[in-house]
């Protein structure tokens, strides 16, 4: 049976009731199965309001989020926000406007020369030549990981303008930081301390830092803030190999900083124990890559000897 045979039926049953028990007390009764006409209005005034309400609603939900959508759009078109892979370890983040970098480089540099005022070794300072040298080889390190990968992520954006320097602060401790930009500066006591391969090692990490941009990015509250640091261990540590240095040498030295020097990164949140460290880039593969770049800039280099030499 058809649902409209059924409904029909259904009425007629209904309709046939109430006259049969209207007939049995003496009166018609009508049936009233729609609600008054006044009633019906009401009704049919208060689905309009909430519809119109919900209209309302649904448009101003789609204003909000048009205007979100819109207000991102224009900020990553006109104002820079840029999502970017970190270059060697492929990590996404957001980076802050491309016109910032220069200014907070800027400034950073401005505060470091003020606080380093007066101690900052001369250009031709023995301690400034071996670390002006010690980055060029790093640099030239890199420029060969980009030339090798042209279609990499070590490649692009990032490599070019930065103004890479490095200064050596008179101060008998052992340390080193960067500013984004390119300048390093150096403790002439790291310099005292350190073998060239470890110096590398150590230039490397900065520069390491420099090009995976970790102080212009947005930090993520859940990430781990000593990720930024094994990072830049890890880029170091191939840029230093790039460079002709012994990637083995960071995982002694940290060995030896272990055994030697009291470990003042305990209790700090954003930066690596010894340990850690050492054991982060004795990794199988990861040292495994640094050899095999290692090798391979050794061997560009015998063979644009030997080419240089017949020429
Ligand atoms: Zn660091």
Redesign the pocket.
């Known amino acids: 049976m058809s649902w409209y045979r059924r409904a029909k039926l259904g009425i007629t049953s209904f309709h046939n009731l109430t006259n049969s028990t209207a007939q049995l007390y003496g009166k018609t009764i009508i049936p009233t199965c729609k609600p008054p006409t006044t009633n019906f209005q009401r009704y049919y005034n208060v689905d309009s309001a909430i519809a119109v309400a919900s209209g309302i609603v649904v448009v101003a939900s789609g204003i909000v989020v048009a205007s979100g959508i819109g207000t991102l759009y224009a900020m990553f078109c006109y104002r820079g926000l840029r999502i970017v892979n970190v270059p060697f370890t492929n990590r996404k983040r957001l980076v802050m406007p491309t016109m910032m970098h220069k200014r907070i480089g800027d400034d950073a540099l401005e505060g470091c020369m003020i606080k380093y005022k007066g101690k900052i070794l001369d250009e031709k300072d023995p301690h400034s030549v071996r670390a002006k040298l010690i980055l060029k080889y790093i640099i030239q390190g890199l420029e060969r990981q980009v030339k090798c990968n042209p279609n990499s992520n070590a490649s692009g954006y990032y490599y070019d303008g930065f103004n890479w320097n490095i200064l050596v602060v008179d101060n008998f401790i052992m340390h080193a ?1 960067c500013i984004p930009g390119g300048t390093i500066f150096i403790c002439v006591g790291t310099l005292q301390a350190l073998t060239d391969g470890e110096v590398a090692a150590c230039i490397a ?2 520069v ?2 420099i090009v995976a941009q970790h102080t212009v990015e947005f930090q993520h509250p859940n990430l781990n803030r000593c990720k ?2 094994f990072e ?2 890890y880029i170091g540590l191939l840029l230093m190999a790039s460079a002709g240095y012994n990637p083995r040498i960071v995982v002694e030295f940290w060995k030896n900083m272990i055994l030697s020097y009291p470990d003042f990164s305990k209790g700090d949140h954003e ?1 690596p124990s010894y340990e850690e460290r050492a054991n982060s880039l004795a990794q199988a593969h990861v040292m495994e890559q640094a050899l095999t770049i290692y090798k391979e800039s050794w061997s560009e280099y015998f063979v644009n000897l030997v080419f240089k030499r017949k020429a």
């Open positions: 930081h990490h900065e390491g830092h930024r640091e830049a261990d930066h």
